[in-house]
């Protein structure tokens, strides 16, 4: 049987760890992430794939949905995304928010892309977008804010999160191609339970997703940018 002091040195170095790194058990619940009037959001979601995390809120009054989507780059120069499609299941025509940073002290860069057919185009939205920054948070993680308008009624949206490769002077670099690169997109209930396919959830009230007669989604598409192919 171990001595006392033998469990009081594991009990300690075991302490030590969680103190160094955060990072390893943090979940959506545990992030301080507040909404752009400075309240949390109603909900957060523990993504199932790439260690992401959104939290949402949905206000049915005026149709807005605010997010903050939370994910690490993959390395110091890299870049995450967020996304929804407002008009169909496929990767063309969906609508992704893309975050990456911009040296040390200084607010990440957050760029709107409308995607049409295989490219991917730096422009206007095809739906109404507002609130949109990027912050930099502890662990090397970025945070994506936006509220998007969508359409009146619609009981959810599809989704597609990523982490992609390196940002060369504002171009975008290829992301890995493992499993969880390829499988990170899921339904979205704008209300009733929350569903993403695994991981975790906090949803108090009523808020989550819910597949609707509109499925509104984002597949898997392949997106050339400059000569370099980028995998949702």
Partial sequence: MASRSSLLLILTAASFVSIISPATSQTCSTQNVLSAEKTP?????????????????????????????????????GWIAWAINPTATTMSGSQAFLAYGS????????????ITGHNLTEGKLAFDFWNLRAEALNGGRIA??????????????????????NVT?????????????????????LT?????????SKT???????????????????????GTIIIF
């Fill in 103 to 114: 040296g040390a002290g200084a607010p990440p860069v957050v760029k709107t892309y409308n």
């Fill in 204 to 226: 108090p009230g009523n808020a989550g997703w819910m597949v609707t007669n509109v499925n509104l989604g984002v597949n898997l598409g392949i997106l050339v940018l400059l």
């Fill in 192 to 200: 009733g339970t929350t569903s993403t396919g695994g991981g975790g």
């Fill in 41 to 77: 959001f109603q909900t957060c979601l523990d993504l199932p794939e790439l260690e992401s995390y959104l939290h949402y809120t949905y206000n049915a009054t005026n149709s807005s949905l605010s997010v903050a989507f939370v994910a690490a780059p993959s390395r110091s120069d």
């Fill in 144 to 165: 994506i804010f936006a509220t998007v308008k969508v359409p009146a009624g619609a009981g959810s949206v599809n989704q597609v999160w990523q982490i992609g490769g």
């Fill in 169 to 189: 002077n504002g171009r975008v670099g290829v992301h890995p191609f493992s499993p969880p690169n390829l499988n990170s997109r899921a339904v979205l209930n």
